[in-house]
């Protein structure tokens, strides 16, 4: 206890460190009093900590009220919100986006402003389960720079560049083929493609004149993403003009585009940014009030047999709602075999299909003659089961069709899909096991918090933040 005669104590300096207010009488306290006091009440301070160390840990505590260990944590925050406040590429400014197979054909990059409203549904009642987030994304602007990472954020707009892959070209074609079975059919048949983002947008723009489109993408690109978003993203941006001139009839039945990496495994929180998203799918009496009665999942391999985890609790309610639920693989769609099938290299142009090959069913237009263009060369038509013989066959396995269009032939594929009937199932995003259908941690990243203010200093994986200059390392 102090006399009445000792001045009172008061803080009369700040550190110029985030978050930690400096108090100088502590330190002067400390260098006044006499040596042996002053190990004392180390000691004490060491004892309290748990801690049995030697004189360089007496020097660490003497040095903490300086160290950034002391001075910030750790915490997770939503990471879709951490880029809309502090930027698409928050935590990694100076990294930057790989594409694969980047085209040559002629961008117009000020169209990127209108890409949420391209491609979206043409029918009002579908638009509100459309999910525009990721189209969103090139013209975003950042609300505040992190205060301890003031890097500065290049516009995404400026950073994508348009991709058409062979993946891509092979989905467009398998989107075509889907496309001609239900053109002018009416909308009793919702479809579902869950395929990896690139593969997912070319199939929708293959399928966009029989089918309006809904694009549920609810994530942003990042240079170290879980989820290679940018290459969706500039998926999207070559097929843009197809999409933003293209119809839907006025029946035309829904088609809810999924990207099949969102749920990709987040293990390294030090490195990788957790970018995942969950399905967002219409709840059973929404699909019926679109007029829906049978479900197709459209997923890439017929070896796939069963839904991702987050569809299961939505695909149980449809058919438990008398919605059937099937599924197909793309690959059930496929060219005849002995018509040449011509994959150019990327961004490659005028290459022209053999005279000889024949018109399919709504798919053998030319890019010259698709609305908004299309892929650089002449389209070969593909089919169901890959024959003209077997294309109506897709009716018998799918018998949805009023009246009902027989096939020739049946496919000889194998095709477990059209058995398909989901059942329940555990997953990580049972309603019981975790409320909100998502996962602890699902879609979060470390961020670097100012203990003192609150004040978010930058995200954990930034090799540039401050605390990260100071100390080498980060606390919490």
Known sequence: MTSTTDPPFQRDAFLDKPGIVGARWWQDGLAQSDPIARRRALMAL???????????????????V?????????????????????????????????????????????????????????????????????FQSPTAIPLAVPEGDPGTVQPLKDALS????????????????LASLFDGRGGDVAVVVDLAGPEAVAFAAGAAGAFDIAFTFDNWPHPRGVVAAHQTLAAAAYFQPLFARHYAPANAPPMFVLDRQR???????????????????PAIADLRALGAKHVLYVTPLDSETTELDDLNE????????AVSVRMVAATAFGPEPLM??????????????????????????????????????????????????????????????????PGKHAPTMSNAGKSYQPRPRSTPFSAAAAPGARPPGFG????????????????????????????GGWGG
């Not at 990788?272 to 998203?277: A, E, P, S, V």
């Not at 609305?371 to 066959?393: C, I, R």
């Open 46 to 64: 060491l004892i309290v900590g748990g801690a049995a160390v030697g004189i360089g840990g007496i020097v660490a505590i003497g040095s903490a």
């Open 444 to 471: 979060m990243t470390p961020v670097i918090i100012a203990v003192g203010t609150g004040i978010i200093l930058g995200a954990a994986i930034s090799r540039s933040g401050s605390w990260n200059r100071s100390s």
């Open 162 to 177: 348009p991709i058409f892959t062979q993946a891509m070209d092979l989905a467009y074609r398998r989107g075509k083929a």
């Open 314 to 321: 939505s695909f149980v309610a449809y058919d438990r709602g």
């Open 66 to 134: 300086s160290s950034s260990d002391s001075d910030t944590k750790s915490e997770p925050r939503p990471s879709l919100e951490m880029q809309k406040q502090y930027g698409w590429n928050f935590g990694a400014t100076t990294e930057v986006l790989t594409f694969d197979g980047v085209s040559t054909r002629a961008f117009d990059r000020t169209a990127l402003a209108r890409m949420s409203d391209d491609l979206a549904p043409k029918s009002a009642t579908l638009r509100r389960y459309y999910v525009p987030t990721l």
């Open 340 to 405: 040449p099938v011509l994959l150019p290299s990327p961004g490659a142009a005028g290459t022209k299909a053999d005279a000889g090959t024949k018109a399919d069913a709504g798919t053998g237009a030319t890019s010259a003659s698709m609305p908004g263009g299309g892929p650089p060369f002449d389209l070969t038509p593909w089919f169901y089961g890959s024959s003209t013989e077997t294309h109506d066959w897709f009716w018998t396995d799918y018998p949805w069709a009023t009246p009902v269009h």
């Open 263 to 281: 749920l990709a495994p987040y293990t390294d929180a030090a490195n990788q940014f957790d970018n995942r998203h969950i399905a967002r799918l």
